[in-house]
């Protein structure tokens, strides 16, 4: 399986992503996660990106397009893997539409998590004060909300396009947005 997770922040997508992830056996790779930890150990990677990141700014599409390839490069992705936080600009889905024709296999499911706007500031102010994460402020969410309006959003006309989109309430309890994404791919797992 080749998946990926979408959704503005907040969605849910890093939650749900690992849940999906593990019930197809297959690495969540997520973009915001791998920057985090070359933020965190002072890596040459993580010093680029780090402004970016507390700023609420994408990071530069060259940087993060060959971190990706470099991870979907891994022996345990072979098998497929489910991207979360990736791709968030069109240039970015060129590039992957690029690396996953040259393994000769094509993507499978693009899940979107739809979530009401008031109730992604409550989790992620609420995320903020459990995670303590540097971009988690009220302006910096905004900030990051415009940018998926803008240069995210527009993707998801792209997938539809293609037949790939699936369209997941992400409202109520994370168990029960679990199912209902289960009950979505386990179709696309069968064809
Ligand atoms: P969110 O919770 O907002 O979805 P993530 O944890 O996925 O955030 O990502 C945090 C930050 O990492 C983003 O605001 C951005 O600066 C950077 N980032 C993550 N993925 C990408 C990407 N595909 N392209 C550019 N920047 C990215």
Do not use: W
């Amino acid at each position: 399986m080749r998946l990926i997770m979408m959704g503005p922040p907040g969605a849910g997508k890093g939650t749900q992503a690992k849940f999906v992830a593990e019930h197809f056996g297959i690495p969540a790779i997520s973009t915001g996660d791998i920057f985090r930890a070359n933020v965190s150990k002072g890596t040459p990677l993580g010093v680029k990106a780090q402004g970016y990141m507390d700023a609420g700014e994408y990071v530069p599409d060259e940087v993060t397009n060959l971190m990706v390839r470099n991870r979907i490069d891994e022996d345990d992705a072979t098998p497929g893997f489910l991207l979360d936080g990736y791709p968030r600009t069109l240039a970015q889905v060129e590039e992957l539409d690029g690396m996953i024709k040259f393994t000769g296999h094509s993507l499978d499911a693009v899940v979107v998590l739809t979530v009401d706007a008031e109730e992604i500031v409550q989790r992620l102010l609420q995320r903020a004060e459990v995670e303590g994460r540097a971009d988690d402020t009220e302006d910096v969410i905004r900030r990051r909300q415009e940018i998926y309006t803008e240069q995210t959003e527009p993707l998801i006309d792209v997938y539809r396009g293609r037949g790939l989109l699936i369209e997941v309430d992400g409202m109520g309890e994370v168990a029960d947005v679990t199912e209902r994404i289960f009950a979505a791919l386990d179709t696309v797992a069968q064809s």
